[in-house]
């Protein structure tokens, strides 16, 4: 558990400029936000989102590195990153909690203004048995090949593990490709009484956390082709896992609720 510069298992981060530019870059996003929505000019907005791109992937490059390379992820190091991802996952779980929450506190009992009926008057919602459906049936097979994808490294099988993570990424993107056109298919928007405020936000979220997520486990494929992983040193990847079967569930108590529930 030593190295050749300290004699603890410990992971003191060397000087980084990437914090700063984060910083940097975040507020810009917002100020560029802020341009957008008075002026509706978008050049601030779209230099915030180069900064804050750039950043994150030099600063996870970075965390590869000191990974894969320089042996500074010792065992309580991954200790720690992984209770740190769980809490991060647990902080997720609330953020979501909140959305649902706003959707029963209208649907259980709908206002006057929106006729007293959920949904409300001159809403025409999604049939769940149709792309709704699809795409939970996309999901629950993503977390069946992520957790084939989990084995197969675990059994330093190299190709299943590609294999799986491919179809997993594949179905990812598919989903994404199917959420943009049931919104382009949509009969009613996000300013449409509280519908249309709380299904967007909450499935709106929910699709951005599988792009999220699709991207993760698209990087987990770079450096499981690269390498970077092996059967008893593959936190990243683990913590891809995690994020997507949260992904998972989230969506089940989407579509049982707002989808099923809610019609």
């Known amino acids: 558990m030593t190295n050749n510069f300290h004699n603890h298992p410990y992971h003191l981060v060397d ?50 590195r000191e990974g894969t390379y320089q042996g500074k992820h010792t065992i309580l190091v991954s200790k720690g990153l992984r209770w740190g991802m769980l809490l991060f996952i647990i902080s997720e779980v609330f953020f979501f909690i909140s959305f649902f929450w706003a959707f029963f506190h209208s649907s259980l009992a709908p206002n006057i203004e929106i006729g007293t009926m959920w949904p409300p008057l001159n809403i025409t919602p999604f049939n769940p048995f149709q792309i709704p459906l699809l795409n939970t049936i996309i999901l629950i097979t993503s977390g069946l090949t992520v957790t084939w994808a989990h084995h197969a490294m675990m059994n330093n099988n190299f190709s299943q593990t590609s294999q799986s993570l491919f179809i997993t990424i594949f179905l990812g993107f598919y989903f994404s490709a199917l959420q943009a056109y049931e919104y382009l298919e949509a009969s009613f928007t996000i300013s449409d009484s509280v519908y249309g405020s709380t299904f967007f936000m909450a499935t709106g979220f929910h699709g951005l956390h599988v792009i999220i997520g699709t991207i993760f486990l698209l990087t987990c494929f770079i450096r499981h082709s690269s390498n970077h992983f092996s059967s008893n040193h593959h936190f990243g990847f683990e913590a891809a896992a995690w994020y997507w079967h949260f992904v998972d569930v989230v969506w089940l108590f989407l579509y049982i609720s707002i989808y099923w529930w809610g019609n």
């Open 15 to 64: 000087y980084s400029p990437w914090p700063l530019t984060g910083a940097i870059g975040t507020m810009t996003l917002v100020t560029g936000l802020v341009k957008w929505f008075h002026n509706f000019n978008m050049n601030l907005l779209i230099l915030g989102y180069m900064i804050v791109i750039l950043t994150m992937y030099q600063w996870w490059r970075d965390v590869c």
